[in-house]
């Protein structure tokens, strides 16, 4: 799941699903509010739509000014579409803003190696996934005080959907790395490192077995770095950054690296910190679909974040420290963390603070 923020080219991750089962009981019925900001949202897949009932309601209660423009596409309940892509991608350009529920992706081929999951990311030309791996008080986990930023390419890498079968028996799989967005995604880190006033970024490749590719990558980084000189630049080898974030991760400020290693570090990062329901990489609770013991704190989190692009500043803290009360207390948590209480009233007791101030 992930938030197009008005700054061109970027997403930050959401909280997500992989199961495909539609829960529209759950789901609201667009309102148009004069004066509110438009905001397409993609329930998505499995407890997508759970989720974003979640933020609905917890939208409402806080008076935030956004009108959601809800739509669906989705390769296993049949709503997949060029038309329907079209019309995401004309609601996304339209309203600069989404927020989007994980979207499951069949294994099967059938036609189109490009899912319609990643295909909005290339036609917006996407760059860049953030994920704030951060610990939350209240919830302990093997690593606390936890607080560290993953910024991956995600527009070429291993995720290009390059694909051909060159014999039988064989498939080529082209791995796609340039200059040009290797730069790119450099610059955005050390810039998001300058406006958040990280001290440290870290690049992570396989140089020294894809000496051309993640070469071009590193070199690219390297280059990058000279021109922000009161950043410290480090590079690390991706299956010893793997170990280094199990060992010692509070060694890590900032981590920036190509698509699919940070695919990967993305769902390691989050385990350190109580897993996807809390950062957003994944989230891997399946069979909570339609059980109301979902846990919405990642979706509610990120659609925080949200409304800090928004310009939003009130609403936004408002909701997080909401959110993050519930969690410090501790006598409201669902099953995933440790509580058996429902995704109701997890939803109920972030909502009571905010009446106060929404009216």
Same mark, same amino acid.
């Given at each position: 799941?992930?938030?197009?923020?008005?700054?061109?080219?970027?997403?930050?991750?959401?909280?997500?699903?992989?199961?495909?089962?539609?829960?529209?009981?759950?789901?609201?019925?667009?309102?148009?509010?004069?004066?509110?900001?438009?905001?397409?949202?993609?329930?998505?897949?499995?407890?997508?739509?759970?989720?974003?009932?979640?933020?609905?309601?917890?939208?409402?209660?806080?008076?935030?000014?956004?009108?959601?423009?809800?739509?669906?596409?989705?390769?296993?309940?049949?709503?997949?579409?060029?038309?329907?892509?079209?019309?995401?991608?004309?609601?996304?350009?339209?309203?600069?803003?989404?927020?989007?529920?994980?979207?499951?992706?069949?294994?099967?081929?059938?036609g189109e190696l490009a899912s319609y999951d990643m295909r909005p990311r290339r036609k917006l030309d996407l760059f860049?996934?953030?994920?704030?791996?951060?610990?939350?008080?209240?919830?302990?986990?093997?690593?606390?005080?936890?607080?560290?930023?993953?910024?991956?390419?995600?527009?070429?890498?291993?995720?290009?959907?390059?694909?051909?079968?060159?014999?039988?028996?064989?498939?080529?799989?082209?791995?796609?790395?340039?200059?040009?967005?290797?730069?790119?995604?450099?610059?955005?880190?050390?810039?998001?490192?300058?406006?958040?006033?990280?001290?440290?970024?870290?690049?992570?490749?396989?140089?020294?077995?894809?000496?051309?590719?993640?070469?071009?990558?590193?070199?690219?980084?390297?280059?990058?770095?000279?021109?922000?000189?009161?950043?410290?630049?480090?590079?690390?080898?991706?299956?010893?950054?793997?170990?280094?974030?199990?060992?010692?991760?509070?060694?890590?400020? /900032? *981590?920036?690296?190509? $698509? &699919?290693?940070?695919?990967?570090?993305?769902?390691?990062? @989050?385990?350190?910190?109580?897993?996807? #329901?809390?950062?957003?990489?994944r989230h891997p609770f399946a069979q909570a679909v339609g059980r109301n013991i979902a846990n919405p704190t990642a979706?509610?989190?990120?659609?925080?974040? /949200? *409304?800090?692009?928004? $310009? &939003?500043?009130?609403?936004?803290?408002?909701?997080?420290? @909401?959110?993050?009360?519930?969690?410090? #207390?501790?006598?409201?948590?669902?099953?995933?963390?440790?509580?058996?209480?429902?995704?109701?009233?997890?939803?109920?007791?972030?909502?009571?603070?905010?009446?106060?101030?929404?009216?």
């Amino acid at each position: 799941a992930l938030v197009a923020a008005p700054n061109p080219g970027v997403w930050r991750s959401l909280c997500t699903s992989t199961v495909a089962q539609a829960s529209s009981q759950t789901q609201s019925k667009d309102v148009r509010v004069e004066g509110a900001f438009p905001v397409t949202m993609l329930p998505g897949d499995g407890m997508g739509p759970e989720l974003m009932h979640a933020v609905r309601e917890v939208f409402k209660a806080a008076s935030v000014p956004v009108e959601f423009q809800e739509h669906h596409l989705s390769e296993v309940q049949n709503m997949a579409s060029e038309e329907k892509l079209e019309q995401v991608l004309s609601s996304m350009k339209e309203n600069k803003v989404a927020i989007i529920g994980r979207s499951h992706t069949p294994m099967e081929y059938k036609g189109e190696l490009a899912s319609y999951d990643m295909r909005p990311r290339r036609k917006l030309d996407l760059f860049a996934n953030v994920v704030h791996v951060k610990s939350l008080p209240g919830y302990k986990t093997r690593h606390n005080d936890l607080d560290l930023v993953i910024i991956r390419e995600q527009t070429e890498g291993e995720y290009s959907s390059l694909e051909h079968k060159s014999a039988r028996g064989v498939i080529e799989c082209l791995k796609m790395v340039t200059r040009t967005k290797s730069q790119r995604i450099a610059k955005f880190a050390f810039d998001y490192a300058t406006k958040k006033g990280r001290g440290k970024v870290t690049a992570v490749h396989k140089a020294n077995i894809m000496r051309l590719g993640d070469g071009l990558f590193l070199q690219c980084c390297e280059g990058v770095a000279e021109l922000y000189p009161k950043i410290k630049f480090e590079k690390m080898i991706i299956d010893n950054c793997c170990m280094q974030l199990v060992q010692n991760p509070y060694q890590f400020d /900032m *981590l920036v690296m190509p $698509n &699919l290693y940070g695919n990967i570090i993305d769902n390691l990062a @989050a385990s350190l910190v109580g897993g996807a #329901v809390v950062t957003g990489a994944r989230h891997p609770f399946a069979q909570a679909v339609g059980r109301n013991i979902a846990n919405p704190t990642a979706m509610l989190l990120s659609a925080s974040n /949200m *409304l800090q692009d928004l $310009n &939003l500043e009130h609403h936004s803290n408002m909701i997080a420290e @909401a959110v993050k009360k519930v969690i410090k #207390v501790g006598k409201v948590q669902t099953q995933d963390m440790d509580i058996y209480s429902t995704t109701t009233d997890f939803i109920k007791s972030v909502i009571g603070p905010l009446h106060p101030y929404g009216g």
